[in-house]
């Protein structure tokens, strides 16, 4: 970094305030979150951005927004950008949250693929945060199949590098978690510090962990057999979440499953999906 472009403070590198978040510099925030991720930032999401870049800062010992922002866009440190990425995204999850889809999914998707000939299963988890929900559907998956074929397997991505680090560790406080694991033990370990699960190496193996940004190239090839895709279009405006929407009916097989969180839906009558309430979405066979 210059010093020309990059004003330090001394006060601001020992923990001092960062300063103001002004409507300009916000509007530079939401515009640069739009067009690296698609996320649309509201108004009242100001003060908490302010938060959050606050600890941008002083990580890199910029002394204010002005100056941090030119610093991303000129482009000289690429791992800021995805900093500023992962500061920007919200990451609010639950072992097994929305249980319903959980049934439906063992209800439905687990013996169709179990049954075919092939004995192939792909489901993705699209905006995975810090595991929990890649690792309900592994569990859901032993819990009916304590030895799954070969071929069963869960992809988990996230915009976020820093949740995608955590869930690959498999740990989770069991005070968080416990309750949500109990019917899993086997898989599901508390460790000897009483504090800690450790999901064991029969649920982890199940799955792979990526990094993606939704709203570019996917390199995944085949179809998939469901997708959890879940709190993750309610941070999209409606052209976004329409083409997004659009992009998964490609790649959901005929008769696959599309699930998506509690305040969202697919708005209208889609061509490809069918809705079978509780946000459950069935890709049509034609």
Not at 79 to 95: H, Y
Not at 98 to 117: G, M, T
Not at 162 to 190: C, E, F, H, P
Request: hydrophobic letters at 35%; a positive charge.
């Amino acid at each position: 970094m210059s010093s020309s472009a990059v004003r330090k403070s001394t006060d601001f590198e020992a923990g001092g305030p960062a300063g103001t978040l002004s409507e300009k510099d916000f509007q530079h925030v939401a515009r640069r979150i739009y067009d690296l991720a698609g996320i649309v930032l509201e108004p009242q999401k100001k003060q908490m951005i302010h938060a959050r870049l606050s600890r941008r800062l002083r990580a890199t010992g910029i002394s204010d927004f002005p100056a941090y922002l030119e610093f991303l866009e000129s482009g000289k440190d690429k791992s800021e950008q995805q900093e500023f990425i992962n500061a920007i995204t919200t990451n609010l999850t639950s072992f097994f949250r929305e249980n319903h889809h959980f049934d439906h999914f063992r209800q439905h998707v687990l013996p169709a693929s179990l049954q075919s000939p092939d004995r192939r299963l792909r489901v993705w988890s699209a905006g995975c945060s810090s595991g929990e929900e890649p690792y309900s559907i592994a569990l859901t998956i032993l819990a009916a199949c304590p030895e799954p074929p070969s071929d069963f397997r869960i992809l988990a991505t996230d915009l976020d590098t820093r949740v995608l680090d955590k869930a690959a560790t498999g740990l989770y406080s069991a005070d968080k978690a416990g309750d949500a694991l109990s019917a899993y033990q086997r898989y599901a370990r508390k460790q000897d510090d009483g504090q800690t699960i450790l999901i064991q190496p029969q649920a982890r193996n199940l799955i792979s962990f990526l990094q993606l940004n939704l709203m570019q190239p996917w390199p995944m090839k085949g179809s998939f057999d469901a997708i959890f895709c879940r709190n993750v279009l309610i941070y999209f405006d409606p052209e976004t979440k329409s083409r997004l929407v659009n992009r998964f009916a490609k790649i959901i097989r005929p008769e696959g499953f599309l699930y998506l969180g509690h305040s969202e839906s697919i708005l209208g009558d889609h061509p490809a999906f069918e809705n079978l309430g509780q946000t459950t979405y069935r890709r049509r066979a034609t």
